[in-house]
């Protein structure tokens, strides 16, 4: 089949190197000149992790980054009230999270789309898409367009132009709460292996992530309309605010003042039908095009795999007898696939996160009180571990794509 892909952030990209993996004729299309990487650093988790390894890439990106084998959230500083205390090996696996530096992941998925002679189109626009009799079309910048295609894979990002144009979100809302991030280095290895995090009611959330090798990414939640004063105020703004919460993080703040500080807002997204078919061709969202939601889970980059992983399963493994009947019936597959999972994350998600970053003051306090209590409960800290690993669709079940040879997770 002839397939778009738009964008080439980790959905985009791995949904590219997965279907020409398969014999696709696939073509990239990015709005920017240049590609890049834009954010801080990210967790990804288990079930990423094995995504990418059976397209070869898993050791490449874990020598560039860094284990991640436990959180220690903590309210007020670090002799403050336990908060949230676990670590993966609760979940009784040897698997651990990667504190990941969007540049490598980045890099990676990047070098694999030209050593796969995937192309891509770089500073080409998509602002619309014409479906016609002959497949769809891309419509760009003074009515340029390309095609026709059998199928379009929307990875256009949280604010996804595709997805407005198809109406195909039931939800699409600015979350309250963002955050200002840096990377910084971190030679001494102070933060090691640990996601550390520091809370002040549910109106802020100060945290230190392990990134790439020897870097350290800094978040700080903040009220998404006030993020533009704090960058222009700049990094002083941020160091002031967050050494009362971690004076045992003082050498690394420090730093921050000679670095940049950036913004970040979030999306709620919903599209319980992310695909459409028209009888011809076929227009897929995949990654945060279709489900972005608050990053307190660290799981955006992992959904993102796991949904081109689910399309190229779709589209290998239907075979009616036309390719249009293919993509028909491979969107549906996919679709059924992916919902348990995203709903039960998205779910998670939005209980969460007014639990860290909103003004419900007193919810934190009940946080404060309750949480570390329950963690040194064996089956609580079980079931914090397990849904860090990606994989759930519920308590009691899990995401298990499947390929020949075996089950994913004993693929990488």
């Known amino acids: 089949m002839r397939i778009a892909v738009v964008g080439t952030g980790t959905g985009g990209a791995s949904s590219a190197l997965l279907l020409a993996r398969d ?34 890439l898993a050791d490449a990106l874990a020598t ?50 030209g050593a796969a002679g995937v192309p891509v189109r770089t500073a080409w626009e998509v602002l619309s898409i014409d479906r016609a009799p002959d497949g769809a079309w891309l419509i760009g910048p003074d009515g340029a367009r390309a095609g026709p295609f059998d199928l379009v894979v929307a990875a256009d990002g949280a604010r996804s132009r595709i997805r ?34 520091r809370y002040r009611d549910t109106r802020t959330t100060l945290g230190f992530l392990p990134t790439g090798v020897g870097e350290v990414s800094i978040f700080w939640s903040m009220r998404t309309r006030a993020i533009d004063e704090a960058v222009r105020a700049g990094p002083d703004w941020l160091v002031d605010r967050a050494l009362p919460l971690a004076p045992d993080m003082a050498s690394l703040l420090e730093r921050v003042r000679t670095s940049t500080v950036l ?42 795999l796991a949904d081109a992983w689910s399309l190229a399963a779709a589209l290998r493994e239907v075979t009616p007898s036309s390719p249009s009947g293919v993509i028909g019936a491979a969107l549906e597959r996919h679709t059924s696939d992916r919902r348990a999972h ?24 009940a946080r404060d009180r309750v949480f570390g209590p ?13 849904i860090l690993l990606g994989e759930q669709t519920s308590p009691f079940t899990r995401w298990g794509p499947t390929r020949r040879g075996g089950e994913l997770a004993d693929s990488a």
């Open 263 to 304: 913004g970040a807002a979030y999306r709620d997204v919903v599209t319980p039908r992310p695909a459409t078919f028209d009888g011809r061709s076929g227009v897929v969202l995949v990654g945060d095009a279709a489900h972005a939601m608050s990053p307190q889970l660290g799981m955006g980059a992992s959904l993102a």
């Open 23 to 56: 014999g696709h004729e696939v073509e990239i299309f990015e709005r920017v000149p240049d590609p890049r990487p834009v954010g801080a650093g990210l967790l990804l988790q288990p079930l990423g992790q094995r995504i990418l390894g059976t397209l070869g």
């Open 164 to 197: 407005r144009q198809l109406g195909l979100a039931a939800k699409d809302v600015r979350y309250p709460y963002g955050a200002l991030w840096t990377v910084i280095p971190d030679p001494d290895g102070l933060v090691c292996d640990v996601l550390v995090q």
């Open 342 to 365: 995203i709903r039960w994350y998205t779910w998670l998600s939005r209980i969460m996160t007014p639990v860290f970053q909103s003004d419900l003051v007193p919810v934190g306090w």
């Open 64 to 113: 560039r980054s860094t284990p991640v084998r436990s959180i220690d959230g903590r309210a007020g500083g670090p002799d403050g009230r336990i908060v949230l205390a676990f670590g993966y090996e609760d979940a009784n696996t040897p698997d651990v999270g990667l504190g990941v530096n969007r540049g490598a992941l980045f890099g990676v998925l990047w070098s694999a789309l």
């Open 374 to 386: 329950a963690a040194n409960l064996a089956l609580v800290r079980r079931q914090f571990a397990q």
